[in-house]
């Protein structure tokens, strides 16, 4: 705080002069003016921390003057010294010159000398707690001025990770995409099948109004349904007559396979049992395979996948049969509604063929997974 001052203000030289012996030892300067003019000037053109006014003085009160050290330093710490102790004076002391203390004359030496180190510890305390407020607003201020630094840089890193997602989310599609058509590769017949399987099946699934996390799962375990057809011999697939009970049983095996292929993958792991169950029956007969769930147990993906890769299989080419007319497939689909499939998801291809018709078919159809995911 640097020197402690005080500023003593008395029509009275007499009273001016004994506070100034008795505070002679002090570490204080002390200042002193016979008029509240003279006061003012004083605390304009030098520093001071107190001030101690008497209430009686010609032309101005002590409260006036007071209450005018208020308005012009308000830090400066107010203090009455009177020999009148009227309520009203008090009172008025406190309202208008807002004063830290009230003095009588008499004065205790030993209780005044008290009440200025006090006032001085009040100063301080006071210039502290602005200091440490001014500190608080500026570095709020600074830490405003960070979070804003910060959310852009958030902003940033998110829409940087956002890219990085994507283009590990293409990645992984396309390295899916190739692996289906690897498959379907083995059987000039079945070319495209794997792709047109994971379409269908999205759209059945969008029909059902699916979540969209839900949506992607069907479609990425219809791309990925056949893959366990890696593990069955080329004679097996691509044989042109219909095949022996031997054969028909190692083809059983497929789904088995993909599932073991696919568990190793972390992030297919939602998508293996899709993949496992595609071909078990809804009423739990020992047509379906490999473990012959019924009903509910069996994934929801994997029941709608049965159903598109029904209609892909009737409506596409195959060494012992043309393609199937659009009325046979729907009525395949109604005769096995509830037994092979799911009757839900049956119902909701069916809704799908009656309103699109052949366009559902399209063989050059994409599934745009990014703009839907994210739109």
Known sequence: MGERAVLFVDDELNILRALQRLLRSEPIAVHVATRPEEALEVLRTRPVQVVVSDQRMPGTS??????????????????LLTGFTEMTIAVDAINRGQIYRLLT???NDDELRATLRQAFDHYELKRENQRLHALTREQNSELQDLNRNLEGIVRDRTKQL???NQ?????????????????DAKDSYTRGHSERVGVYASKIARELEFPKPLIERVYIAGLLHDVGKIGVRDAVITKPDRLTLAEYEEIRLH?????????????????????????????????????????????????VILVADTVEAMTSDRPYRRRLPLENVVREIHAFAGTQFD????????????????????????????????G
């Open 162 to 164: 956002a890219e990085a």
């Open 167 to 183: 283009e590990l989310r293409n990645a992984y599609v396309q390295t899916i995409r190739a692996l289906a058509e690897a498959v």
């Open 343 to 374: 009757p839900d998801c049956a119902a909701a291809c069916l809704r799908l063929l009656e309103r699109e018709g052949e366009s559902f078919l399209r063989r050059d159809q994409k599934f745009d997974i990014y703009a839907f995911i994210e």
């Open 105 to 107: 004359k008499p004065w």
């Open 255 to 303: 789904p088995e396979i993909g599932a073991r292929i696919l568990e190793p993958v972390r992030f297919l792991a939602d998508v293996v049992p899709c993949v496992r169950h595609h071909h078990e029956w809804y009423d739990g007969s020992a047509s379906g395979y490999p473990d012959r769930l019924r009903g509910d147990a069996i994934p929801i993906a994997s029941r």
């Open 62 to 79: 002590g409260v006036d003057l007071l209450s005018a050290v208020r308005e012009r330093h308000p830090d400066v710490v107010r203090l």
